[in-house]
């Protein structure tokens, strides 16, 4: 393909689009025209690619299909072919706003079907970082929530905190998301020197940057008439259609992964769950920036209560590569780093299922191991995967202009949807 | 709770459900034709009405029964999980029931399977290809498809035609390198996979 | 081709150059300069990104469009989502085969002159995902003028990027393409 030429242009044709019956029904319909709207992939109110192929009766939308896959990267097949580590950059790359759950999350199931048990100071770090996570993520989907409502203030303090939040995160792992920082066994390193009592500073200040954004949105008449009473999902839809997360706990679910299966030592720390009454746009709201709060209460228990010891499983002798010191004198830890390297993380045959309680809902990888160093089969549960699957039912009846709204409440990412 | 009065409340009287391992939780193995039936009594009775997830299984071309479809049921009261096994009667075309109607979560989870392995779900509402384009002519997770695709042309024909592009397989320069983890380490050692071949030799026939 | 206009000043200087240097004490109120300068340096001042987010890069473009990186100084806050209105179109993130005929179909809607800026190592070559869904590389569907690495590239990566786009813009015949007409067919 020529590359320097820039005059060619593709010759765009009207393509039909298929919505179901939509062409037979809107012909068939004698009152009223239906348009056909297509929402496309590329848009700003869609949080990625989701593609919307709406049915719309002047400004009510009567019929709602979405249309996934524009981001489907081929991530379980990949996994079938990449040691247990070398899987875990992709991770990361699924909810791209908390990466550091999803490390933890697969870190925890792979754990799981070996059988390892962590150290308290490993857990204790996993806890935090998650909590971090949570934090980040939730401040940028309530941020992007306010755009989609139309307000750009609540954005630019959300973002300004979060870019605090990169900060620490690249003095933790390196990189500012994307972090890849847990390993088969325990982490990547230990903490550095003082991060925590920077973590500290950043939660003490962070609740008046949160009264802040809530300031702006949480008592505002304009958000009030756009978010309350719109995209009601009720509890036995919630729990029919597969919703986890705090979608689910707004409809009024008591459900939260953290308190109902515990893991990775969170039965140790205190803190409330928000659940909401109504399950409409505004509730999901209020239960996320909550949400954010008894983060901030977790991480200060987790930096008081830090336990000293290792941070990797010591006695995982296949499964985590020993600390590079040994590896470099003594020919054992050489020969073990090697094989872990190469073959990857030795985990026994059978199958294993693992939930954590991401920002977006219950991440779960169902993997199955026919022995060795890879995976045979790694499915990965998306909590946007599910959580979307009700828009087909939630959104007719409502507003053209709702649609931003109700995707904003649901906040889902598209990277973990798609995978 | 799920105790072994739990299963064995559960397994009297069906003997179309055997209960394959509990090492991490319940793992019964369903027959595909009482599987809708089995799932209402699951969600009605037994209180496990969030289908967390559904998938399948591909155990290579070799295996009796090749497609192994997946269920994982959670309740809120017993806060535990529940897997279900339901082996695929046929290897060449797998189908089996849908439960889009006894969980409507399942819509969606059966659209990717279908999209994935091909496996045919009946009855369901609409069963058509969710991740991939609906023209894709293969099924990627199985075992035989490899990583790196096989060429079909771009879905849309006339952005095809300007740019010259298509569904190239994407190159792998010899790899992935992924040990087989059997056997002696010299025989397991790291070698790559089929796709032994890069962007200037030819796949090897 | 150069052009002067001749307001106050009596005095005549001819300036043969790409940059506009412009001195006020010595110049007076009078610029003279190619064309060609102008042009270009209105544009580069005033890019007005299409951005094309589309995975994890997303994030950081709209890292660098918030108060930290502030992207706005360059004259790029403007975020058109509407490829009509905009110039430059910043692909982040992974390019699917199913996602590729749409970034074709924007990128035909947008107005000459246009740029194309591969953010990302999935945009410019398919990043880590060696599979039979990503396409290797945006470059196969649309021009690109700028490729950024990383994974995600930091904003200062992109505002880098943004100013070699800007450097690039400033070396461009404009005029030329001026007078040049564009073979359309029905774009939609």
């Excluded at chain 2, 295996?63 to 060449?92: E, G, T, W």
């Excluded at chain 3, 490729?147 to 992109?158: D, I």
Aim: net charge negative.
């Amino acid at each position: 393909m020529d590359r320097g030429v820039r005059e060619t242009i593709v010759s765009t044709t009207v393509k039909e689009v298929q919505i179901g019956d939509v062409g037979a029904q809107a012909a068939a319909h004698a009152d009223g025209e239906r348009m056909s709207l297509n929402v496309g992939p590329s848009h700003p109110t869609t949080h990625g690619v989701l593609r919307l192929l709406m049915e719309l009766d002047g400004d009510l939308i009567t019929r709602c299909e979405p249309v996934l896959g524009y981001l489907h990267r081929g991530d379980e097949k990949i996994a079938e072919n990449m040691t247990y580590n070398q899987f875990v950059p992709y991770t990361d790359r699924l909810d791209y706003l908390a990466p550091l759950a999803n490390n933890v999350a697969y870190a925890i199931t792979v754990e799981k079907l070996a059988g390892l048990k962590l150290p308290e100071r490993c857990e204790a770090i996993r806890v935090l970082v998650c909590e971090m996570a949570r934090i980040s993520s939730h401040l940028l989907g309530m941020g992007v929530f306010g755009m989609d409502a139309g307000a750009w203030t609540p954005f630019m303090y959300t973002f300004t905190e979060r870019e605090k939040l990169y900060t620490l995160f690249e003095e933790l792992t390196g990189a500012r998301f994307t972090t890849s920082y847990t390993r088969i066994g325990g982490v990547a390193r230990d903490l550095p020197e003082g991060w925590m009592s920077k973590v500290e500073k950043f939660v003490d200040e962070l609740p008046k940057a949160i009264d802040e954004v809530e300031k702006l949105l949480t008592r505002n008449r304009i958000f009030l008439d756009r978010t309350e009473g719109i995209g009601t999902i009720s509890k036995e839809d919630a729990i029919a259609y597969g919703l986890t997360g705090p979608n689910l706990r707004a409809s009024g679910v008591d459900l939260d992964l953290r308190k109902d299966k515990p893991y990775s030592g969170y039965e140790k720390y205190e803190f409330d769950v928000p659940i909401g009454t109504k399950g409409d746009c505004y509730d999901r709201y209020l239960i996320r920036i909550e949400e954010v709060r008894q983060s901030i209460l977790i991480v200060k228990q987790v930096i008081a209560s830090m336990p000293g010891g290792l941070w990797y499983a010591e006695d995982a002798k296949k499964i985590f590569a020993p600390p590079k010191e040994k590896v470099m004198t003594s020919m054992e830890e050489l020969i073990q780093n090697f094989m872990i390297v190469t073959e990857g993380p030795q985990v026994p045959a059978g199958e294993t299922y693992f939930e954590a309680e991401n920002p977006k809902g219950a991440l779960g990888f169902y993997l199955v191991s026919k022995g060795g160093g890879v995976p045979y089969r790694l499915k990965i549960r998306a909590p946007s995967f599910c959580n979307l699957s009700i828009l087909e039912k939630l959104v007719p009846g409502h507003m053209l202009s709702d649609i931003t709204v109700i995707l904003g409440s649901l906040d889902f990412v598209m990277g973990e949807c798609d995978r | 709770m799920i105790d072994d009065d739990f299963v064995k409340a559960l397994l009297e009287g069906r003997d179309f459900i055997s209960v394959k391992h509990r090492d991490d939780c319940l793992t019964l193995d369903c027959l595909p034709d009482s599987l809708i039936g089995f799932c209402k009594h699951l969600r009605d009775d037994q209180t496990f009405d969030l289908l967390v997830d559904l998938t399948a299984v591909d155990h290579g071309e070799e295996a009796d029964s090749r497609f192994q479809v997946v269920l994982h049921l959670y309740s809120l009261i017993h806060k535990s999980y529940v897997r279900l096994h339901v082996a695929c009667p046929d290897n060449q075309s797998p189908s089996i029931p849908s439960i889009s109607s006894v969980f409507p979560a399942a819509n969606w989870h059966e659209r990717e399977t279908f999209d994935m392995f091909g496996i045919k779900f009946s009855d369901h509402p609409n069963l058509k290809r969710i991740l991939m384009w609906d023209d894709y002519p293969y099924f990627p997770l199985r075992k035989e498809f490899p990583l790196a695709g096989i060429e079909v042309p771009l879905p849309a024909a006339d952005v095809a035609e300007v740019t010259g592009a298509d569904v190239d397989p994407a190159p792998m320069m010899g790899g992935p390198f992924v040990a087989s983890g059997n056997g002696r380490m010299s025989e397991a050692e790291p070698r790559a996979k089929d796709e032994s071949w890069t962007e200037e030799s030819e796949k090897p026939l | 081709m150069r052009f002067a206009c001749f307001a106050k000043s009596s005095r005549k200087s001819l300036m043969i150059s790409n940059e506009v240097g412009y001195n006020s004490k010595v110049e007076g109120e009078v610029i003279v300069t190619r064309a060609d300068s102008v042009i270009n340096w209105i544009r580069k001042h005033s890019v007005w990104p299409m951005p094309m987010g589309l995975a994890c890069c997303a994030i950081e473009l709209m890292a660098s469009a918030a108060s930290r990186y502030d992207i706005s100084r360059f004259g790029m806050e403007v975020m058109r989502f509407s490829p009509r209105q905009s110039d430059c179109m910043i692909v982040a993130g992974t390019v699917t085969y199913k996602m590729a005929e749409v970034v074709r179909r924007i990128y035909d809607q947008m107005g000459d002159p246009k740029w194309v800026v591969a953010m990302g190592a999935c945009a410019s070559t398919g990043g880590m995902y060696r599979s039979y869904a990503v396409m290797q590389g945006v470059d196969n569907v649309v021009p690109v003028d700028v490729y950024v690495s990383g994974c995600p590239p930091r904003p200062e990566a992109l505002l880098d990027a943004m100013m070699k786009l800007q450097g690039k813009i400033g070396n461009e015949s404009s005029v030329k393409n001026l007078s040049k007409k564009p073979e359309s067919t029905g774009v939609s």
